[in-house]
């Protein structure tokens, strides 16, 4: 090979650009190749989104060189201006002259190529060919200049002796096939392509070959077949390691080109380039490992249907380098839809080859696809196994591949490779067995999770594939890791038959197998009585009230089958049949199929013993029973008696008991822990029956609550024990445990599934009669019978908008229907216009499903999703009727049922299909069919009065049975859990223990505090030091319901159900009652969508992607206007201040520029916060505790930043007394406003995804979140304050408690004291402690606090510095949060999950998973010596360091909610090019890509020093690197 076109090996490290990351994805090496990168990024559903920001650095480097400017950003104002037609026509005319000058041109070259032969002449003309096309346009080529061009240029590429000559004649044809690509079938016509293959296998000069594979690329999108004859795969593979990664892509990219067209007939030689691209999978780029495994799958493809060539395909290593690298997906992070494919490409071979089946075996391939499902987070599958944006769910593709490696029947493949495939199973049944033992476990906790009914199906019959395939020794190790009976016993609450056959196929073969072994279990889980409830639902209901929901549904066979848009079940894994051939299959189910199959177990394997009342069942369920029983006699004396002390030892021990059996030897079943009773007994004693009163009735009387709170603190006293820390085995855990499996077991809440609809203008008649952008109901209205005072209105067929409401459809007809005197008419027709305003509900309808909330109508809320009300009275929409409630002129009727006014009528025809089906999928029957709507004069009713509901009574000051957490009580008693849910129901019993256990976890040391200080007045101990309490609570993840969390996660995928406002009622409901239930991430994809999410009818383009629902921060962003705010760095707070009275109110996204400096962006905006959040903490503001005494302290010290609030608790609003204006020369008309801008300035954060640097303690975050402070939360900000007041409670208790019982004054004398002091001695006034203009009272008696007004002065301290004393600061907070977007949305979070939305994570992530989550580029991999370095100094760093690393490299100084993996854009570290010695030149970033440029120091030590320095020098300012 000569010297004169050589490249160095390392040209894929000297790229000439590192800083493209801003813009692009990856380094573009030039303009042939930009068509190519975009191309292969199609395939990415999930792009990486980077700002369009400046390049700035926080480094003090002054050696970097300037490196090319990216993109400027696009976003910001517009060029429009009222003369762009003229400055168009002449566009248009200086295009036509220069098209002409450039035909010109071409013809004089093309003459000149074609008649000299001199070299230099040949040089010159391909020069001034290359410029001019290199500018030209289409339009500057006609047909006949490129078919005489094509010839001549191919010959000069043929050129034997001159490569100048060469790479100039083959860059020409590159540039005639992106200006003219019809030109790509004149050269193939020339023999373009074998001569491109000619010079690319002779490999003489390498950048003639790079050129040459630029112009095979181009030609191959327009002619893959001609490429594929003239050998162009080989030519491009033979050498593909001599060039750099830049070229290597573009190589890839041909051979992509050519696989995705290949003939029915694919030549043999196809099968050369199998091992190289087998090879290629290795590779660490991104990029050209998706080229290859789209290779790899449309060859695949073409050869499924020959064994023989698939037996080929997998001699040359391919199963083994798609399984590794399916296994190491999280370094590589593919892109779904290659990860799908590639999983999809093992199901295609190992179906039609043995060789690939024996070798995914051999290879553990279990243990892979364990991993899988296990790391795959199922709340992004899809709905259904269709096709979305082309690719299909990964779940599915895996059940797919599990079910082709599980062959029982032979379908479309050949009898022979079926039976070879089985016979290799029995002489291996290790390998079975270890498959086995992989996937059973995770199958089981996949369904069990709440998977649809598709991912369902897949996963038992893939168990039943198992099953049927393992020998019985083998099954019983199988079962061992798994319940099965439980399992199958959940799987029978299901009605869809295809799930009942699979589950009564699995029981059947099990009891087949292994009767002696597994029929006592089956009987003990309940699955003897579910298949008996399939037979005989109405006994087995009476009995066991767990199964009176199984019913066998006459239509539900043939529900899949007739559904337009989604295949049998019978056929959704079979890899022989397309998707449009399963969908016309008929259901293979007969339609007593399940009947059949459940008479033949229960007839063959029970005996008719079991059929009794009491014969079958268990022995710990008759004790539970007879627990249950003595709790509902306990209940009855506490109702006839005052509460003693010996009936709460009585409960307690019956307790003890429950928990004692509930965590014995013998495991307590799901179906014995629900048939018990006990969950039902245990609420019923614990609330006193308050439970179950309705919300009108709740007066309740202030004994009942003392009764209330006692018995919950016996409660807190047995289940969470303050000595050890808790563990999976201690009683509130398995009580949890049963709970969750119970809840799991039981519910059957619907899912709607909404299949998107076309969007299409139609013309709504009703209401407004106007056009819409998508499709109408089409309803027929008739007037109810007997209702002589209304016109009938059954003649016409009316299109009615679908999304309006019933409000709006009342409005419409009311005028046509009513035939009253004019007058009325006249107020109908009033009453119609006043519907006809801006309150379309089309598209802003607040309700959901029987919801609707006043706060829905801020400008930023979601259609489909609601905010959640906490507050302690009751305020579910239901119980306070809406003001137009009042005149509701007509009811509406839908088959029978009538229609909830709150609902859209789309949101009312899907709730009444939820009623019958279960599970809804909306489709274009819904569109298409004629609802019958009867509409009847309403009754005139009165609005009830909102102030006698739900209150309770306030409690007197001096009443003894003092309530300490009636916040609590009177949240969990007003709260509704689930209006659809009857109460006698055994569901709603469960929720509302569960929620009842999960407020005694978060209050447990309220409780059991309250219960010391009580036993201390009792006399029980002396010593103070023991009211002490140090609890260990539950984790807030133990109280998640996976199931439920799986299915708010599906509903929310579902654009077009959150979109048009069909999501089920139970969503908002439960999220507003029991938020606890759902994961802290399902939590935050609700809050984004039901508070930022954009009103709208048609499905977003936000939703479009896999996950259906945004997974980060900023997502809820993506779209919007953005606003660029000139900051000053010396005038922070102010700056803020302007930005939030222009923008708090806009929705909008702030970035950020500061004055006199070059950065903005997402980098300079974070900082900019992190800015703010520092100067609210600067002393002598007036905001917060310690403010005024913190710097003395720190004075004293010799502290560093003496102007910061010492708070090692977290910051507290500093109390205000009323008769105080002024403190400290503080005016507090000022500390309102700062609150007021604190309060704008969080929620506008919280709104961009933005992270702050506040540290607030957990009380204001309780404030923030609604809920009341009592004395014991004064601890978590002021230890010493918060532990004085509760000594002096209890000192005033003791004093109480002893006059109470008229023991001698002068024993009390003895023991009066404060710690050995008498309490007059400690010479206390009445002004709140640390703050001495804060005068509590005034009057004789509190002067000085005493031993007779102790109890007072603890009283108003408390009151004063959680109530009173911060209470318009609080005001003033949620105020200016209000003013960003409803501070209820943030209900459903706890106070430490409001740290992570606010602040982001505390904590760095581990070191082994930063290799997860960082994107290494331009010369870096994972494997980078400097990398490795780099990653052990960051390991290295203390607290600090690492916080100002992440403020270096991204411009805040914690990571957001989910830390480094939900940083976006994802941090990327390139290699940074120096111009002389990389050791003296210092790192630098761009913060608006999170993009951290790293020179290759010579050393970890050299690297670390010049790290620390630009992190400490290099803050504070954005210029160009």
């Not at 892509?249 to 030689?269: F, G, M, W, Y």
């Not at 303050?722 to 855990?733: A, G």
């Not at 002598?1180 to 010492?1206: F, Q």
């Not at 933005?1250 to 923030?1264: G, H, T």
Request: aromatic share 8%; with cysteine.
């Amino acid at each position: 090979m000569g010297n004169r076109g050589q490249k160095r090996m390392e040209m894929a490290v000297d790229l000439p650009d590192d800083k493209r990351a801003c813009s692009s994805l990856d380094f573009r090496p030039s303009t042939s190749n930009s068509s190519v990168q975009t191309h292969l990024n199609s395939t990415n559903s999930t792009p990486e989104t980077h700002h369009n920001d400046m390049d700035t650095s926080s480094s003090a480097s002054a050696s970097s060189r300037s490196e090319e400017e990216p993109e400027k950003d696009a976003g910001y104002g517009s060029c429009d201006s009222d003369d762009a037609e003229p400055r168009h026509r002449g566009l248009r005319e200086l295009q036509r002259r220069r098209s002409s000058s450039d035909h010109g041109k071409l013809r004089s070259i093309l003459a000149c190529l074609s008649e000299d032969t001199d070299p230099s002449r040949h040089i010159t003309s391909l020069t001034e060919l290359c410029e001019v096309l290199s500018f030209a346009m289409e339009d500057s080529l006609s047909s006949m200049m490129a078919d005489s061009l094509s010839p001549v240029l191919v010959k000069l590429a043929r050129h034997e002796t001159n490569p100048d000559i060469m790479l100039l004649a083959v860059r020409a044809i590159t540039y005639l096939c992106d200006i003219f690509p019809r030109s790509s079938g004149l050269l193939v016509r020339h023999d373009a392509v074998p001569a491109l293959c000619q010079r690319l296998k002779a490999i003489e000069y390498l950048d003639v070959a790079e050129q040459c594979l630029q112009a095979l690329e181009k030609i191959s999108r327009d002619q893959p077949h001609a490429c594929l004859e003239g050998g162009a795969i080989m030519a491009a593979l033979t050498y593909i390691d001599f060039f750099s990664t830049s070229i290597q892509r573009v190589a890839l990219s041909t051979v992509a080109n050519i696989c995705k067209k290949l003939p029915s007939e694919c030549p043999s030689h196809l099968m050369e380039a199998v091992p190289i691209l087998s090879n290629l999978l290795q590779y660490e780029d991104r990029q050209l490992v998706e080229s290859v495994a789209i290779c790899l799958i449309k060859i695949a493809e073409q050869l499924s249907q020959s064994s023989q060539m698939l037996d080929e395909l997998c001699s040359h290593g391919l199963i083994n380098q798609t399984t590794h690298l399916l296994n190491l997906n999280s370094r590589t992070t593919l892109s779904q839809p290659i990860y799908y494919g590639l999983i999809g490409l093992l199901v295609k071979i190992s179906s039609g080859s043995i060789v690939a089946f024996k070798t995914l075996y051999e290879l553990n391939i279990g243990s892979v696809l364990k991993d899988i499902l296990s790391t795959y987070d199922l709340s992004h599958g899809i709905s259904s196994p269709h096709m979305v944006d082309g690719h299909c769910n990964q779940v599915h593709e895996v059940l797919k591949l599990l079910n082709e490696l599980l062959p029982t029947s032979v379908g479309d493949q050949c009898v022979q490779l079926v039976l070879d495939k089985q016979s290799f199973l029995v002489d291996r049944p290790d390998l079975l067995q270890n498959f086995g033992m992989d996937m059973l476990p995770m199958l089981i906790q996949v369904v069990n999770s709440g998977a649809n009914i598709f991912v369902c199906c897949g996963c038992l019959s893939v168990i039943n594939k198992l099953v049927y395939l393992s020998k019985s020794d083998m099954l019983i190790e199988l079962l061992k890791s798994a319940n099965i009976p439980s399992f199958l016993a959940g799987v029978f609450t299901r009605k869809d038959h295809h799930v009942l056959i699979l589950a009564l196929e699995i029981a059947e073969m099990i009891l087949q197998k292994l009767s002696d072994t597994f029929l006592n279990s089956f009987v003990k889980e309940g699955v003897f009585f579910a298949i008996d409830a399939l037979l005989t639902p109405e006994k087995c209901s009476q009995l066991f009230p767990a199964f009176s929901g199984i019913q066998l549904c006459p239509s539900s066979s043939q529900k899949c089958a007739g559904r337009e848009v989604l295949r049998c079940l019978c056929y959704a894994f079979d890899t022989g049949l397309s998707s449009s051939a399963s969908e016309k299959q008929s259901c293979k189910l007969d339609k007593d199929s399940v009947h059949n199959l459940a008479k033949s177990i229960i007839t063959k394997y029970f005996s008719p013993e079991l059929f009794g009342s009491d014969k079958g069942l268990t022995d710990i369920l008759q004790d539970l029973r007879s627990f249950s029983a003595a709790l509902t006699d306990l209940m009855n004396v506490f109702t006839n008696n005052e509460a003693h002390a010996r009936d709460e030892e009585k409960f307690y021990c019956i307790l003890h008991q429950i928990m004692e059996k509930l965590n014995g030897r013998e495991p307590v079943s799901t179906f014995e822990f629900i048939e018990s009773g006990i969950v039902k007994s245990l609420v019923t004693y614990l609330t006193n029956g308050l439970y179950l009163r309705d919300n009108a009735e709740l007066h309740i009387p202030h004994g009942d609550l003392f009764v209330v709170e006692k018995r919950f603190e016996v409660l807190a006293r047995l289940l969470l024990p303050y000595s050890d820390n808790l563990s999976e085995d201690s009683p509130v855990s398995v009580l949890i445990q049963k709970l969750q499996s119970a809840l799991s077991s039981l519910e059957n809440f619907p899912v709607i599934l909404s299949h998107s609809f076309k969007l299409r203008s139609s013309y709504a008649t009703v209401p407004y009669g106007r056009c819409i952008a998508h499709p109408c109901l089409r309803v027929r209205f008739v007037r109810g019978d007997g209702e002589t005072c209304l016109s009938d209105f059954s003649e016409d067929l009316l299109t009615v908008d679908p999304f309006s409401s019933l409000e709006a459809i009342e409005g419409y007809l009311w005028p046509k229907v009513t035939i009253k005197e004019s007058k009325d008419v006249e107020s109908g027709r009033l009453m119609d216009q006043m519907n006809d305003q801006p309150l379309h509900l089309s598209s802003n309808s607040n309700s959901i499903l029987g919801e609707s909330s006043e706060s829905m109508e801020h400008e930023s809320t979601s259609a489909g999703l609601t905010p959640v009300k906490h507050d302690n009275s009751i305020s579910s929409t239901s119980g306070v009727p809406k003001m137009q409630d009042c005149k509701i002129k007509l009811t509406f009727d839908l088959d029978g049922q009538k229609l909830e006014r709150t609902l859209t009528l789309y949101q009312a025809i899907l709730q009444k299909q939820i009623k019958t089906d279960g599970e809804v999928i909306a489709g274009a029957k819904l569109w298409s069919q004629v609802y019958t709507i009867i509409y009847r004069r309403a009754m005139e009713s009165k609005c009830n009065d909102p102030k006698n509901c739900g209150h309770l009574h306030p409690i007197s000051d001096g009443d003894e049975a003092r309530l300490h957490c009636a916040s609590f009580f009177s949240s969990l008693f007003a709260c509704q859990l689930a209006f659809e849910l009857d109460k006698s129901s055994p569901i709603y019993d469960i929720l509302f223990l569960l929620k009842s256990l999960e407020g005694v976890n978060r209050l447990t040391c309220h409780l059991i505090s309250h219960e010391r200080i009580r036993a201390y007045a009792e006399g029980r101990f002396d010593n103070l030091d023991d009211l002490k309490v140090a609890v260990h609570s539950l984790r807030q993840n133990d109280f998640v319901n996976s199931k439920l969390t799986e299915k708010l996660e599906q509903q929310m995928r579902d654009s077009a159900a959150l979109s048009t406002g069909g999501v089920p009622s139970w969503c908002n409901q439960l999220m507003a009652s029991c938020p606890f239930l759902f994961s802290f991430e399902a939590r935050c994809k609700y809050f984004q969508l039901a508070a930022f999410a954009p009103r709208q009818v048609q499905p977003h383009p936000l939703y479009r992607s896999n996950s259906g629902a945004p997974t980060d921060r900023r997502s809820a962003a993506v779209g919007l206007p953005r606003k660029k705010f000139l900051v000053c760095r010396n005038r922070i707070l102010e700056s803020a201040t302007q930005m939030m009275d222009q923008h708090a109110r806009n929705r909008t996204l702030l970035e950020v520029e500061y004055d006199e400096e070059v950065g903005s962006g997402l980098g300079p905006t974070l900082e900019f916060y992190t800015l703010v959040s520092h100067e609210f903490q600067k002393s002598g503001m007036g905001m917060w505790r310690d403010d005024h005494s913190s710097v003395t302290v720190r004075k004293s010290l010799e502290i560093e930043n003496s102007d910061i609030v010492m708070s090692p608790f977290g910051l507290f609003p500093c109390p205000w007394s009323a008769a105080v204006d002024t403190s400290y020369g503080i005016q507090f008309s000022d500390v309102l406003k700062k609150f007021v801008l604190l309060g704008q300035v969080v929620a506008k954060a919280l709104q961009d995804g933005r992270v702050l640097d506040l540290p607030f303690s957990k009380a204001f975050y309780k404030l923030i979140l609604g809920k009341e402070l009592s004395l014991y939360d004064i601890q978590s900000f002021d230890r010493e304050l918060g532990r004085t007041l509760l000594e002096f409670e209890a000192i005033a208790y003791r004093k109480k408690h002893l006059e109470s019982t008229s023991e001698e004054r002068s024993t009390f004398g003895l023991e009066s004291c404060f710690r050995n002091t008498r309490v007059e001695d400690l010479c206390l006034d009445f002004t709140l402690p640390g703050y001495p203009d804060y005068v509590l009272t005034f009057g004789p008696d509190h002067k000085m606090v005493n031993m007779n007004n102790l109890e007072d002065y603890a009283e108003l301290v408390v009151d004063a510095t959680i109530h009173t004393g911060i209470f318009r600061q609080m005001e003033a907070f949620k105020s200016g949060f209000c003013q960003v977007f409803p501070i209820e949305h943030l209900k459903i979070f706890t106070e430490e999950e409001l740290e992570r939305l606010f602040c982001g994570e505390r904590d760095f992530l581990a070191f082994n998973d930063l290799l997860d989550h960082i994107k290494f580029d331009h010369g870096y991999t994972a494997s980078s010596p400097p990398i490795l370095n780099l990653l052990e100094i960051i390991r290295e760093f203390d607290y600090d360091q690492r916080r100002a690393f992440l403020q270096f490299v991204t411009g805040a100084p914690r990571l957001p909610p989910g830390g480094l993996a939900s940083l976006n854009p994802k941090l990327t570290i390139v290699r940074k090019h120096c111009s002389n010695c990389a050791d003296a030149d210092l790192p630098s970033v761009m913060t608006c890509a999170n993009y951290l440029k790293l020179p290759p120091y010579s050393s970890k030590e050299m690297m670390k020093e010049k790290l620390l320095y630009a992190i400490t020098e290099g803050q504070g300012s954005f210029h160009l690197s």
